[in-house]
């Protein structure tokens, strides 16, 4: 699906053709599309083999950050993060191509991009390709901030849980969260890379403008960065501390348990000795009965006493 988008001050127009000086994004291309586009930026034959690798390497969801240039067309592949309703890893991140041009922005994905989308509802400003690349870049810093803020709350939820009652649903969403800090701080880091080659580069840094957004989204990267390494700390100590507590109950449990076992074992004793068909004390007495109980008592009273000394009941 091909979007041909032209932002200004008031509204982001949808144009129906294309047109010099417009956002065009495309959204999990078909390989008419991909000739399309490599017609209107009017890539080489002998060059055309290259522009569609690069553009069908976007697929692999795994897809490293990057910049490469191809002629006049800058390539950047940078990752966005993405957040879904369902599926147990409700944080992940997904690669996006930006293409740069002289007369155009291009932006490509295999997915619906959540940060295109945002992108297009803040869009008020005079269409620039590079401001906009840079908003965009900028725009994933952010949202990735966001995302944090919302693991951070989910953590301190499923902690309040944990202290009440140790259950397994509970762990298994803290290790879900922590592959979504896994995917997030690789692909932050990543990223800084990309956004340090970006700032060294004259394209990004040609006014005042663009070197104060480019700092922006270095700023807001590294953020990201160290509040992932955080809420990682976090749950990692958390997990430890829980799996703590749980390895202490369950010898708590089993110390009462084995303390109980020995109580028990007083009284089954002494009832089948006075079981066996040989001569004992008191067996013909009337009170035979009441006086095995009686000893029976007796022996697990004075039992509870010592291991109550020892601190084992």
């Not at 007369?103 to 803040?122: A, D, G």
């Not at 084995?258 to 009337?286: D, E, K, R």
């Amino acid at each position: 699906m091909i979007e041909i988008l032209e932002p200004t001050k008031k509204e982001l127009k949808v144009l129906a053709n294309f047109k010099e000086c417009s956002w065009i994004n495309i959204e999990n291309p078909t390989e008419k599309e991909i000739k399309s586009i490599s017609n209107l930026l009017k890539v080489k034959s002998e060059d055309y083999s290259d522009f569609r690798e690069d553009v069908l390497s976007l697929e692999d969801m795994e897809e490293i950050p990057m910049i490469d240039k191809l002629d006049d067309i800058t390539f950047i592949i940078t990752r966005t993060p993405q957040k879904r309703k369902s599926n147990n890893i409700k944080y992940y991140t997904v690669p996006l191509g930006i293409l740069i041009t002289k007369k155009y922005i291009i932006t490509i994905s295999f997915v619906r991009n959540q940060i295109v989308e945002e992108l297009k509802t803040k869009c008020t400003f005079n269409f620039k390709i590079i401001l906009l690349t840079l908003k965009l870049m900028l725009i994933s810093s952010r949202v990735y901030l966001r995302y944090l803020k919302e693991i951070d709350k989910k953590i301190n939820s499923i902690e309040t849980k944990l202290e009440k009652a140790q259950k397994n649903k509970e762990i298994m969403q803290l290790l879900d969260l922590k592959k979504s800090l896994v995917y997030f701080n690789t692909s932050l880091k990543n990223d800084e890379i990309l956004i340090e080659r970006m700032s060294k580069t004259k394209l990004f840094t040609a006014t005042e403008d663009y070197k104060d957004l480019i700092e922006d989204v270095i700023d807001e990267n590294k953020q990201a960065i160290e509040m992932t390494s955080i809420y990682s700390n976090i749950i990692k100590d958390t997990l430890d501390v829980f799996s703590s507590i749980i390895s202490n109950n369950l010898n708590a449990v089993m110390k009462f348990l084995t303390s109980v076992t020995i109580i028990i074992a007083l009284p089954t004793l002494i009832a089948s000795i006075y079981g066996m068909n040989v001569t004992l004390p008191f067996q013909n007495h009337i009170f035979a009965f009441s006086i095995v109980i009686l000893i029976s008592v007796t022996f697990s009273l004075i039992g509870v006493l010592i291991l109550k000394k020892w601190k084992l009941f």
